[in-house]
């Protein structure tokens, strides 16, 4: 499912990754433990190709990364450190635009709005602008907004 093949990045003399290799078969979880600077984020930034590795090669689902970024973007969801919503909007609204982003229809992606937000006991404030929210509200509509096109990973 994830595979990376002596995968290196550096940053100036900062070697972040050193020739990484690691396999992670599907249904099998993964999670990164480690101090600052041991190069998680570098990692997880090269699997959602927001970085490209110095060297090496990354394959998701039996593709190339290099090869096709588009195809391998639309399998992955990803939440972030940092809550990544428009503070102005609604969550239905934020919701919406991150459905729309990664082309999922418009009544599925309705529905499925609807779902999270009821599942997330957030339904009520759906028309409430984000900034309203609190810090953990927004993450739940964060991993929302990560999940709606059905990711497989």
């Not at 020739?19 to 480690?34: I, K, R, T």
């Not at 699997?47 to 290099?66: A, C, F, H, R, W």
């Amino acid at each position: 499912m994830i595979r990376l093949n002596n995968v290196s990045k550096s940053f100036g003399e900062i070697d972040a990754l050193n020739n990484v290799s690691l396999e992670v078969p599907e249904g099998q979880l993964l999670g990164f433990l480690g101090p600052n600077g041991a190069g998680k984020s570098t990692t997880l930034n090269i699997l959602t190709s927001l970085q490209k590795p110095d060297n090496g090669e990354v394959y998701i689902d039996g593709i190339n990364l290099e090869q096709n970024r588009a195809l391998i973007k639309r399998k992955i969801g990803l939440v972030p450190q940092e809550i990544s919503l428009y503070e102005e909007l609604s969550a239905w609204d934020n919701l919406m635009f991150w459905g729309q982003l990664y082309g999922v229809p418009g009544s599925e992606l309705k529905r499925k709005i609807q779902y999270g937000l009821e599942m997330t006991e957030l339904w009520k404030r759906r028309k409430d602008p984000i900034k309203t929210f609190s810090g953990g509200m927004q993450r739940r509509v964060n991993i929302l907004a990560s999940i709606l096109h059905d990711p497989k990973i």
